[in-house]
């Protein structure tokens, strides 16, 4: 077990374990914001076109509730 901790030590590169933690946090961060600026630009995909009445689909597999009318 010693030599592996000390093969590990030998080839360890320039980078410190602050190094490291910067560049991991750093990129999860940076993976999370493009991840945003996806879910923000889909918050208009509603208001692309107006609303229309569904056509009447006689191969529905499930039954739809008839609006209620107050």
Request: proline fraction near 1%; aromatic fraction near 6%.
């Amino acid at each position: 077990m010693n030599a592996l901790i000390m093969a590990a030590e030998a080839s360890e590169s320039g980078l410190g374990a602050h190094t490291w933690s910067l560049l991991i946090g750093g990129s999860i961060f940076v993976a999370l914001m493009i991840l945003l600026l996806i879910t923000v630009s889909y918050t208009n995909v509603g208001n692309r076109h107006t609303v229309k009445e569904e056509e009447q689909d006689i191969h529905r597999q499930f039954k739809t509730h008839e609006p209620h009318s107050h």
